[in-house]
């Protein structure tokens, strides 16, 4: 597949413009840190569609997605599908991050740690 061919598909643009008009509070507080390439210069876009699905956060320099869980992906029906959805992103070469809501909360180092991370292990000095 076309990586052009996967990345914000016209046909998901009403879905991901109803998400960004309509964002979680944990989403808007971690998109506060992560705009403007506030970490490390990276560049994060919101309600980024990949093939079929619609991340919460993309960083194209890092083909990362960060996502962030609150109770509707509790169930156990829920799991299953997250799982599925992640494993088709990873066939697409894309690295996910899951962090709950809590999170960025309680502890955003955590997530800052985390993708500051993944830039060393893809880019080592």
């Known amino acids: 597949m076309e990586k052009d061919y996967l990345h914000n598909r016209k046909s998901l ?6 998400l960004r008009n309509y964002s979680t509070s944990a989403e808007a507080v971690l998109w506060t840190i ?3 390439k506030q970490i490390e210069g990276l560049k994060f876009r919101r309600q980024h569609s990949i093939a079929n699905y619609v991340v919460d956060f993309y960083c194209p320099q890092l083909n990362l997605a960060i ?13 299953i ?9 990873s066939d697409c070469g894309i690295k996910i991050l899951r ?11 955590e997530i800052i740690n985390q993708i500051k991370n993944i830039l060393n292990t893809s880019n080592p000095d």
């Open 34 to 36: 992560i705009k403007n």
């Open 81 to 89: 599908r997250d799982e599925k959805r992640d494993s088709s992103l």
């Open 99 to 109: 962090f709950e809501n809590k999170i960025v909360f309680e502890n955003p180092e």
């Open 13 to 18: 643009k009403p879905i991901r413009k109803s």
């Open 67 to 79: 996502e962030l869980d609150g109770e509707f992906h509790a169930s156990y029906q829920d799991i």
